[in-house]
C-alpha cells in the first residue's frame, strides 16, 4: 500500500490516513517507552508481533460480539481500522495487584483481588496520564455517565473474554488497559474498543512460573522482550510452535 498522509504519531504506533473514507491505516513500531517515554529502546520485530497479536485478539473480540475498530491486516506492521473518536481515558482492568495499583496500595504483587477493579486515567502524556475519578470525567464532559456505564460493562467483557483465552495457554491475565472510541450509525452512537491489544498494554505472567510476558520485562529489565512476545505469540499460535525468537522482519506493502 502506498504511504498514506501521517494523521498522529504515538509511542508506539503511527495512524495514517485510510485507502476509503472513516478509515486509518495503523502502523506498528518496534520502539519501546516506559515510565512516560523516559526509558526508550527500538526492539526488532516487536512492531511485527503486537501487529499479529492484536489481529488475533481483535478479530476474538469479534467472534464473542465485542464490537471494535479491527477492520483487516494488510500486512507484516500495518492493519486497517475503522476511525473513532477516541474518548480520551485508558480503561484498566486489574485481576491481581500489579504495578501502581500495589505502590498506592501496598499490597503485595500477585495478589488475587476480590473482584475485577477497573481505573480511569486521563490521556495526557504531559501530565503522566494522571488517575481520575468518575466524579472528574463527568464534570469535565470527558464522557457522560451512561458512556462510563457502557465502558464498564465493555472492559469487563473484554476481561471475561481476555482471562480464559490466557487461561487456556497457561498464561495468567493480571491487568490491561484498553482505549475506547465513539462510532456514529446516522444518529446512534455506539462505544468500540480501539487502539491495540497486545503484551505492551497487558501484564501477562506464566501461571506456574511466574515469569514475566509483557513490558515489564522491559521496565525492569528482566531480559529480552521479543523473547517474552515471542512465547506469547507462540503460546497462543499466532507463530508456529518451533519459533523462538522473532527475527527481524522484512517489511512487506
Known amino acids: 500500500m502506498a504511504r498514506r498522509k501521517k494523521i ?5 504506533k503511527i495512524l495514517y490516513e485510510g485507502p476509503e473514507p472513516g478509515t486509518f491505516v495503523q502502523y506498528f513500531k518496534d520502539d519501546a517507552t516506559a515510565f512516560n ?10 512492531g511485527v508481533l503486537n501487529n499479529r497479536l492484536s489481529e488475533f485478539f481483535m478479530n ?30 485508558e480503561v484498566i482492568v486489574r485481576n491481581y495487584a ?9 499490597i503485595e504483587e500477585g495478589t488475587a483481588l476480590p473482584r475485577p477493579i477497573i481505573e480511569f486515567c486521563y490521556k495526557d502524556d504531559a501530565l503522566g496520564d494522571p488517575l481520575v475519578a ?24 473484554v476481561n471475561d473474554f481476555l482471562s480464559g483465552v490466557m487461561f487456556g495457554v497457561g ?5 490491561f488497559k484498553i482505549e475506547i472510541g465513539r462510532v ?19 501484564r501477562l505472567w506464566d ?3 511466574g515469569q514475566k510476558l509483557d513490558k515489564d520485562v522491559f521496565r525492569r529489565d528482566l531480559g529480552n522482550l521479543a523473547d517474552a512476545y515471542t512465547e506469547v505469540a507462540r503460546r497462543l499460535g499466532v507463530l508456529p510452535s518451533n519459533v523462538t525468537h522473532a527475527v527481524k522482519p522484512t517489511l512487506i506493502n
Open 8 to 12: 498522529y504519531e504515538g509511542k508506539a
Open 37 to 46: 517515554a523516559e526509558k526508550k529502546d527500538v526492539i526488532e520485530g516487536k
Open 60 to 89: 476474538g473480540l469479534t467472534a464473542v460480539g465485542i464490537p471494535n475498530h479491527f477492520i483487516r491486516r494488510i500486512n507484516m506492521r500495518e492493519q486497517l481500522i475503522r476511525q473513532v473518536e477516541i474518548i480520551p481515558l
Open 98 to 106: 500489579a504495578g501502581s495499583l500495589s505502590k498506592r496500595l501496598g
Open 134 to 157: 468518575e466524579e472528574h470525567i463527568i464534570a469535565f464532559g470527558w464522557a457522560a455517565q451512561q458512556d462510563l456505564d457502557d465502558m464498564v460493562a465493555l472492559a469487563l467483557r
Open 171 to 175: 498464561i495468567r491475565l493480571v491487568d
Open 184 to 202: 456514529w450509525d446516522n444518529d446512534f452512537q455506539r462505544l468500540i474498543v480501539a487502539d491495540e491489544i497486545s503484551p505492551d498494554s497487558c
Open 207 to 209: 501461571m506456574e512460573t
